[in-house]
């Protein structure tokens, strides 16, 4: 099923806040006083909230379009192409892009299990200019505690740490205050902490900068900072004090986080202990799988398909109970039917089985389609027929190099890669039926009308125990054998 990018049933690949905005916010945008359009911002108003909600000095932040403008400047003001960005993988793709055009990259990786080593990123540290981390962190959601923050940029004084605290908010008993208070007593290390996820504010995506006085200083006289327009300035502003929205939203979070992590393990996946609203899971072979049975129900999560490292996984944002249970709803393990499009769905230009029975399959089963076309071409296909919302995995010559082969490389794919109580094919093909006896895959089939007595003997020849008379017939036959895990004890003809 295709959704529009704003009609997801639940949008869980940005980490954004799925709770209202504070009403302070709406409050801000409906009294905003609309002369304050005509004129450029002026950024004294929040620059003083926030410095005194931090206790800093006004003039050592500075308000950026969100974490990517922050990083901007950084980089702008610190690197050349001579340079050395130093940090771990996985890193986020949005810290890689803003790095790449300016300087050399070097990551060292976290292992299996993604935990961060503090001795082994200490000690590959050296030559690097700018060393970067996020706390928690922005893929896996472990949280650096302070004080091996304070060690690290203690032990590497000439290295400047540049340090995202986007998340800090859902940590229990740490405050960015502290980290603040860090910045303000050392000379090499920057923070970046946005306010997007925490007070849903995506839409308006501020993020502010903090550092030592004489670190901004040297920023200030060849960056020119703050650029936060005058609607987000206000709503940010409203949002800062309200705690009980602060409050709510960690309890929230924490209950949703707790269901989903005992629910992904309960299915046999590894979800990863996190400090923030979102979940890295390990899904395994199944994760390609899992990620378009989600998207067909409308749940967009993150995948990492280009990323060796994070290949099997998923990056869940947290959603509300309701979201969290519905999703595990849609990831419970059912029986798959797999069916060939080609002279079985699609016969003669047109579809060959009825809506109201994919509707029904549909509740109960998932329902994989082989279609001998790439990709491109099975898509118009499907969405000219208007059935792609119908199958939890479709899969096209696109996915195998070898077109000969396609249907035992299917379902060679879907034994190895789909999760499954057990496995029906259903084809009108008594070549397929060949791929399939391969597999030891249970083979019903079809007749569509066409040599209907050869295709009986075919059949049966090649060990097929159950015979339909059409694709229509597909449901009563699985409701009479819905108590056994072998229906071939019988044929229907």
Known sequence: MTFPYDNWRLKLDRDENPYQTSYFAHSAIRNMDFDELSRFPNYNKIKEKLSKLYNID???????????GALKFVFEKYLDKNDEFYSYNPLPDYVLKSVKNFCKIRLIDCGLDFKFNYEEF????????????????????????????????????????????????FVEDASFLDFVELAKSHKNIILIKSYSS????????????????????????????DEVNIISQNCLNSVLNDFKYLLELQKNNKNAK????????????KPYETNSNFILCDFKNNCDFCYEKLKKNGILTKNFSNN?????????TIPKLSGVKY?????????????????????????????????????????VLLVKNSENEAKKALEDLDINKYFSYILTLSNFKKEADFILYSLQHIKNH????????????????????????????????????????????????????????????????????????????
């Open 258 to 269: 707790e269901l989903l992590y005992k629910g992904l393990e309960d299915l046999n996946y």
């Open 418 to 493: 789909c999760r499954y109580n057990s496995l029906k094919y259903f084809t009108a093909s008594a070549e397929n039926v060949i791929s399939a006896n391969e597999l030891k895959v249970e083979t019903i089939g079809i007749l569509t009308g066409n040599n209907d007595n050869i295709m009986i003997n075919n059949f049966k020849h090649l060990g097929v125990k159950t015979i339909l008379n059409s694709i229509n017939e597909i449901n009563d036959f699985l409701e009479k054998n819905s108590q056994s895990d072998n229906a071939n004890s019988q044929i229907v003809l």
């Open 122 to 169: 200490l000690n590959g540290i050296d030559g690097a200019k700018i060393a970067y981390l996020s706390t928690p962190n922005a893929i896996t959601g472990e949280y650096i505690p302070l004080d091996y923050v304070k060690w690290l940029i203690e032990n590497k004084p000439n290295t400047l740490f540049v340090v995202d605290c986007s998340y800090i908010d």
């Open 198 to 225: 925490v007070y849903a504010l995506s839409g308006l995506d501020c993020a502010v900068v903090v550092a030592n006085d004489e670190v901004m200083d040297e920023i200030k006289k060849e960056v020119t900072v």
């Open 58 to 68: 006004k003039n050592s932040l500075f308000l950026t379009n969100g974490v990517l």
């Open 308 to 316: 060796p490292t994070l290949s099997t996984h998923l990056k869940i």
């Open 327 to 367: 999703m595990l709803e849609v990831l419970a393990v059912k029986d798959i039917l797999i069916f060939d499009f080609d002279e079985l769905i699609f016969k003669d230009e047109k579809l060959n089985i009825s809506l109201e029975m994919l509707d029904e399959l549909e509740e109960k089963y998932d329902l």
